[in-house]
């Protein structure tokens, strides 16, 4: 079959390409964002993180030629950052939502700091598993060359869906969550669980980041994330706190995310930018059907300031 | 001292020792001023240490900042230029900060806000200037607060979180502007740069008389002094008050919530957009991407550190104007990033509120504990200052 011969076939093709693709940072930042969420307190900082991690990972990456240790980098100032956002909100009176804001916004500045010099030179890639050899389409090839942070990412959602339910950690954590005075009662300290929560969950955003910068769209720039660690945010409140819903929801924000470029790539070009916004409109749809002001949200963790 | 303490066990605060009570009504009113100034310092402190890690002099740093945004004339004018949509920018957020909501798309109204006055300006040629620009600023106000408007009732009628949705509907918006910039309303002259098509001349805003800073200013600082009188002095401001401390109570009094967050917001984006308006009439000429230039952001950190007071919100809005007015002179001498004034600014917005922490701690800002010292004794708040 030639390549020319799928014409429209190739937007739902380039489209479950594009989800694969462009879902894994929403899957790591979101899985990062549920452990915290599910202890308590909400980061809106992952945003700032992502790109920060973005950054630094580029940055490792064009200095040491390796872009593991640029990975390893990235998660390593997510954490970093993680931490930060749980030690200072464990004072009274200082708002997570705030700090959050306030975090992306140094993030993110702090990036463009020090990612200037890293905006021209390019960065070994991250690498990928050609899964589409059977086929001798190219575009199906590109379609089902996953990258392997994908396939840690799904294997992570799986892990972390077992040890929520299964695992001591995963009930300090969600105990943690629900009831502050009834951690304590356990005698667990919640700021204790909640810093350490929060600095998983920035490590998380900065792998997120990484990928992004190493592999799709695989380049530093300082519009790298454009709201996707916000997104993210969003899509773990949609997911429930489920590591498994916040996987399907990954995909789904990634299969929106890929709709502008599947349908450029075919020659649409009316309304190129409205498509890019698609995954704004998409979230924002989302957040509208699933939130009613009558109940709280099923599933929700009962410190979180979000629901309250 | 029996004489001093009600009968409800409440110490009688004002007028009890006649002498106390202006030193107390200064220290009351101390808290609010001082521990933003010494946050802030702190803040540039912590700055001073990374400017020093990264081996650069913060001297040399904080005085290119002076000169560039207020050692001159020149400068002065510059930052005020800056501050005009900073003053708007940052009503976005402490408006319906005070019904307790963090709203942080403010870019979306701007943007927005600018376009719909360009078309406005573009559709009405011919018409007197006065009512164009008159025609223009509501469009651009309609826009702003129709879009932040909507995040509101999100939040009332539908529980939407507030801070989420505004700042997805930010990113809708600028993919919005793009969208009708390079479509629909795109002037086919511009080639480089895709504009709408230019004002007319008559229908630009000028400068005040005597300096090189627009009338967005005035507007700027009037919009602030009328929403310092709407939630002070108004009843609905009032309304609002209680409203942000408790919603249920004041369902409870039977304030109508709805209609006062869904006003509030359509306000605040109002104001966002207006500012979005007057880039374009006074500073562009036409809408363009350059309408998404950081203001709504900017304007966050700026009524973050007014406290969301719209009267502090004037010198904030100043001081930011010139930091970010500095950018471009620290770039060139000091051969720094550009983004060193956003990593300043993102450390003081983390130091301020972590200022929060500090109110009600100190004794010497809470007169009821200078002779009641076992109040001390209360709350964990109040404790270890003493």
């Known amino acids: 079959m030639d390549a020319t011969e799928i014409g429209l076939w190739g937007v739902p093709l380039a489209m479950l390409g594009g989800a694969i693709r462009v879902s894994t940072p929403f899957i790591f930042v979101s899985l990062g964002e549920a452990i915290t969420e599910r202890s308590g307190r909400i980061n809106l900082g992952l945003e700032g993180t992502l790109v920060f991690g973005a950054m630094t990972a580029y940055a490792v990456a064009v200095i040491t030629g390796s872009p593991w240790l640029g990975l390893i980098a990235a998660a390593f100032a997510g954490l970093c950052f993680g931490l930060f956002h749980g030690w200072i909100c464990k004072f009274p009176k200082v708002n997570d939502i705030a700090i959050g804001i306030a975090l992306m916004l140094f993030g993110s500045g702090l990036a463009f700091f020090f990612g200037k010099p890293f905006i021209q030179p390019s960065a070994p890639d991250l690498p990928a598993i050609p899964f589409g050899g059977w086929s001798d389409i190219p575009q199906v090839q590109a379609a089902l060359n996953v990258n392997v942070l994908f396939l840690i990412g799904a294997a992570l959602a799986v892990f972390l869906w077992w040890a929520f339910r299964n695992t001591r950690a995963g009930l300090i954590v969600r105990v943690v969550g629900d009831s502050s005075d009834a951690a304590r009662a356990m005698g667990l300290n919640p700021n204790t669980v909640r810093l350490l929560a929060t600095g998983i969950g920035g490590a998380l955003a900065g792998i997120g980041g990484a990928y992004l910068s190493l592999y799709y769209p695989g380049s530093w720039t300082e519009g790298i994330s454009s709201g996707q660690g916000l997104m993210a945010v969003a899509l773990v409140i949609f997911a429930r706190w489920n590591p498994l819903g916040c996987f399907a929801a990954a995909l789904l924000f990634g299969g929106a995310g890929a709709l502008g470029p599947a349908l450029q790539s075919v020659g649409v070009t009316q309304g190129y930018y409205l498509f890019y916004a698609a995954p704004y409109v998409l979230t924002l749809l989302i957040m509208i059907a699933t939130s009613s002001p009558s109940r709280s949200l099923a599933g929700a963790p009962g410190e979180l300031s979000i629901t309250k | ?386």
């Not at chain 2, 200064?26 to 010494?38: G, L, N, T």
């Not at chain 2, 004339?73 to 800056?82: E, P, Y």
């Not at chain 2, 374009?280 to 900017?298: D, E, F, I, K, P």
Request: include cysteine.
């Open chain 2, 1 to 386: 001292m029996a004489d001093t303490v009600s009968s409800a066990g409440v110490p009688a605060m004002l007028g009890a020792k006649g002498h106390l009570t202006a030193l107390e009504w200064i220290a009351r009113r101390a808290e609010a001023f001082v521990i933003p100034v010494a946050s802030m310092i702190v803040g540039m402190a912590l700055f001073s240490l990374f400017i020093l890690a990264v081996g650069k002099s913060p001297v040399q740093l904080y005085e290119t900042m002076w000169r560039g945004g207020f050692g001159s004339w020149f400068s002065i004018q510059n930052s005020l230029s800056r501050a005009a949509p900073l003053l708007l920018a940052a009503l976005c957020v402490a408006l319906p900060a005070r019904l307790g909501l963090v709203v942080i798309g403010g870019e979306g109204a701007i943007v927005l806000g600018g376009v719909a006055a360009a078309a406005t300006g573009v559709a009405t040629s011919g018409a007197p200037s006065f009512f164009a620009i008159l025609a223009m600023g509501v469009a651009g106000m309609a826009a702003g607060g129709i879009w932040i408007g909507a995040v509101g009732a999100l939040r009332h009628y539908r529980a939407v979180n507030e801070t989420i949705s505004s700042l997805l509907m930010a990113y809708i918006a600028i993919a919005l502007m793009n969208h009708l910039v390079e479509g629909t309303l795109r002037d086919p002259a511009s080639l480089n740069k895709p504009s709408t098509e230019p004002l007319a001349d008559a229908y630009r805003i000028g400068n005040i008389p005597g300096m090189e800073v627009h009338w967005g200013l005035v507007v700027g600082v009037i919009a602030c002094i009328l929403s310092w009188l709407l939630i002070e002095k108004t009843r609905w401001g009032f309304a609002a008050r209680i409203a942000g401390g408790n919603v249920r109570a004041a369902q409870v009094q039977g304030l109508a919530v709805g209609p006062l967050i869904v006003g509030f917001t359509a306000l605040a984006g109002g104001f966002a957009g207006l500012a979005g308006m007057l880039e374009v009439a006074a500073v562009q000429g036409s809408a363009n991407a350059s309408l998404a230039a950081g203001y709504g952001y900017t304007g966050i950190l700026v009524a973050f550190l007014a406290r969301h007071n719209p009267l502090a919100i004037i010198p904030v809005a100043f001081l930011l104007g010139g930091i970010d007015a500095s950018g471009g002179l620290i770039q060139r001498r000091m051969d720094l990033p550009d983004a060193t004034v956003l990593v300043l600014q993102g450390m003081l917005f983390v130091v301020i509120l972590f200022s929060e922490t500090f109110y009600g701690r100190f004794k010497a800002f809470n007169p009821d504990l200078w002779q009641r010292p076992d109040l001390l004794k209360g709350p964990d708040l109040l404790k270890g200052t003493a």
